[in-house]
């Protein structure tokens, strides 16, 4: 190992192995940057049986929007939802690709304006004849056995507010 043409490719090779297995560790680990351009959402101010319907505030975002549900079971949903023009997109086969838009979407309230123990989520546009088609349980499910299911988002607890995970 005197030899310092034998050496070289060795060290290289160690080197490159370094340098690899670092880019491969940070390749892996979740960013500071990415975590701050999360779309987060407050939901200290909402109650048992309240929701809020927000933008998706996030660079990528085509224009989305997100619906957070606090349902009587005391259980935290948050959903995905394509919007054209500023109104929630309907779909037709899935979402994001639809033809009928929505300017007043959400779950059925009361009038305190509280979701409904037994209501259901759906457009409330004159306009729109929903039927079954477009109705969702809290927890997303259509409520038409043919129907699509809501896309749900995985987020994290952040103090006070979630973080979309998308």
């Not at 049986?49 to 549900?69: H, N, P, Q, T």
């Not at 309230?109 to 809290?138: A, F, M, N, P």
Request: hydrophobic residues 35%.
């Amino acid at each position: 190992m005197d030899d310092p043409k034998r050496l070289f490719p060795l060290v290289l090779a160690s080197l490159l192995l370094v340098v690899g297995f670092y880019v491969v560790v940070q390749y892996l680990s979740p960013s500071e940057l990415a975590d701050s351009k999360r779309s987060t959402h407050a939901v200290d101010t909402l109650e048992v049986g309240s929701y809020r319907l927000d933008e998706l505030r996030r660079e990528s975002a085509w224009e989305e929007k997100v619906l957070i549900i606090f349902d009587w079971n005391k259980s935290l949903h948050a959903y995905l939802l394509p919007t054209k023009n500023g109104e929630i997109e309907l779909p037709a086969r899935y979402w994001g690709i639809g033809f009928e838009t929505c300017s007043e979407f959400g779950p059925e309230t009361d009038e305190l304006g509280r979701i409904k123990q037994d209501g259901v989520i759906k457009c409330h546009d004159d306009k729109i004849d929903s039927g079954s088609q477009w109705e969702w349980t809290y927890s997303g499910l259509p409520i038409n056995e043919h129907g699509i299911k809501m896309q749900k988002v995985s987020y994290e607890r952040v103090g006070d507010k979630i973080a979309i995970n998308r």
